[in-house]
């Protein structure tokens, strides 16, 4: 198919700030020769942007057909459509240190091993551009890391959501990363989390394997898929419960996708308590609750999540290790006031 958008392409930007600091937009009118064009391959080359990083942007919500926000890279072209993908303004290349306070379990030239709060950030991204787990390493270890992939910066192997607390394990040097790469992406450890779940699952134990892709109606979220997803696999039991209100359940991870516990949990109509984006309305379970229990956990501000234990083989060593983190006091309140309403 013949594709030519480039001559009628504008750019658009605001003024007020220097270019460099600013977002460009780009913009065309679809002609007849585009109709059926991937909208991703139409504005692919156009600022100098790849195919790659055009379907990022689109399905970040950049992209808008006609003024209303399109997500999906593949959509068709319409002739005379007008078509425009906004381009935030680069981060920087290196994330800058940032002294913070880490509770850190282990460390050694090669790893560090931590209990990260509810809230932090774990990698800059667009919107968390410093502030985070990476900035705050590169601070407290900087002049000790050997050097990762050419640059002198922490190994992230595996991330907990923002909200999700508990034991992370970092890499200070390549061939950490390496090992700890690989133990991570052939489940050779062991983690599990704590949950606090809306209902009580029944049965009490058990494993939920089903296949988790981006939801086809809002790409932001994650979604149990009959097609196209990825293979994920958690086993729970239940530890903990208050009647058939709300249970403490501890989750092992035999897959690591995104947002995986959340989605399975939630799959099987046990969503986690406070989660912004898979508790879509307020729970059922919630009327068997005395009225402190019920607006305690209706009002948990963020997903009641824990990565309780982490364990591995040292990366060089072989050496067995072992941590765990105790709940945060934020969930542990939460106990307290669903015990005190017995």
């Not at 989750?251 to 995986?260: E, M, N, P």
């Amino acid at each position: 198919m013949i594709s030519n958008p480039i001559p009628q392409t504008r750019i658009l930007s605001a003024r007020t700030e220097p270019s460099e600091h600013r977002p460009v937009t780009l913009a065309f009118t679809a002609t007849a020769e585009q109709a059926g064009e991937r909208l991703d391959r139409a504005f692919a080359g156009m600022g100098g942007l790849s195919r790659s990083r055009v379907k990022a942007l689109v399905e970040a919500g950049q992209a808008a057909r006609d003024g209303v926000t399109t997500t999906d890279p593949s959509e068709s072209l319409r002739p005379g459509a007008q078509y425009s993908l906004t381009v935030p303004p680069p981060e920087s290349a290196t994330p800058l240190p940032q002294a913070m306070d880490l509770a850190i379990l282990f460390e050694d030239r090669h790893l560090i091993v931590l209990d990260k709060p509810a809230g932090l950030v774990v990698h800059p991204a667009p919107g968390h551009a410093e502030g985070t787990l990476v900035n705050a390493i590169l601070a407290h270890a900087g002049e000790e890391l050997s050097g990762i992939g050419g640059e002198r910066r922490p190994g992230i192997v595996h991330r907990l959501d923002k909200d999700t607390s508990g034991v992370m394990v970092v890499a200070k040097s390549e061939a950490a990363h390496h090992a700890l790469s690989t133990a991570f992406a052939e489940r050779d450890l062991d983690r599990s989390y704590l949950a606090l779940a809306w209902g009580t699952p029944s049965p009490v134990s058990g494993s939920v394997e089903a296949a988790i892709g981006r939801h086809p109606a809002d790409r932001k979220r994650m979604a149990v898929v009959s097609r196209g997803g990825k293979h994920a696999l958690t086993h729970y039991a239940t530890e903990r419960a208050w009647g058939a209100a709300c249970a403490l359940v501890r989750c092992r991870l035999a897959t690591g996708r995104t947002h995986q516990i959340r989605v399975h949990m939630a799959h099987i109509g046990h969503p986690l308590v406070g989660d912004p984006v898979y508790l879509r309305r307020s729970p059922a379970a919630a009327r068997g609750l005395p009225d402190t229990a019920r607006d305690a956990l209706l009002a948990f501000p963020r997903q009641a999540l824990h990565a309780q234990s982490l364990g591995f083989r040292h990366p060089i060593s072989g050496e067995p290790l072992s941590f765990t983190s105790p709940l945060p006091p934020d969930m542990a309140a939460l106990i307290s006031v669903l015990d005190a309403g017995r």
